[in-house]
């Protein structure tokens, strides 16, 4: 009996998830982003990312979308003494901070030019995630970009 109640769960669950995901298409196609031809960001990351964002004529530049993701680095001063290790701030979205985290992974897998930025940094030294941090701000510049001039992702490298 449990087993049968567990299965009639999991029947609901997968129908209400195709749902979802209709719905999230069907808002996908009316708004018509051109983040999704970024290789390696799908839909439903792609609705992520515009959702948490919002307008992006509220922001001035992409920068400012890192500060309110929390992804720029904190700064420490005090008289002559500056901070020589500066961490993540990881305040503002949370939810935004991961959907543009993973999105920067899945990009640097699809795309040369990004993942030849995360070579670069790994060979730096630092740590993958650490690299992945760094390798966050190069896809959130293209999608600025992309959102602000409706343009569609063009790769570098052919």
């Known amino acids: 009996l449990e087993l049968k109640h567990t299965v009639k769960l999991i029947k609901e669950f997968n129908n209400e ?4 995901e209709s719905a999230i298409q069907s808002i996908m196609d ?3 982003s051109p983040i999704t031809t970024i290789p390696g960001i799908s839909l439903r990351m792609g609705a992520m ?3 948490e964002i919002g307008d992006f004529n509220n922001f001035d530049s992409p920068d400012k979308i890192l500060a309110f993701s929390g992804l720029s680095p904190s700064t420490y001063q005090s008289g002559q003494l ?3 290790y500066a961490h993540m701030e990881k305040r503002g979205s ?3 901070r991961y959907a543009l985290y993973n999105a920067a ?3 640097c897998i699809w795309d040369k030019t990004f993942a030849d930025y995360l070579h670069k940094k790994l060979a730096e030294g630092k740590h993958y995630y650490v690299a992945i941090s760094h390798a966050v701000k190069k896809p959130v510049r293209v999608i600025y970009a992309l959102q602000t001039t409706g343009q569609t992702y063009i790769s ?3």
């Open 156 to 158: 570098a490298v052919a």
């Open 49 to 51: 990312i515009i959702a």
């Open 82 to 84: 500056n901070n020589c």
């Open 30 to 32: 009316k708004i018509d």
């Open 17 to 20: 998830i195709t749902e979802i």
């Open 105 to 107: 992974i899945y990009v």
């Open 94 to 96: 949370k939810y935004l």
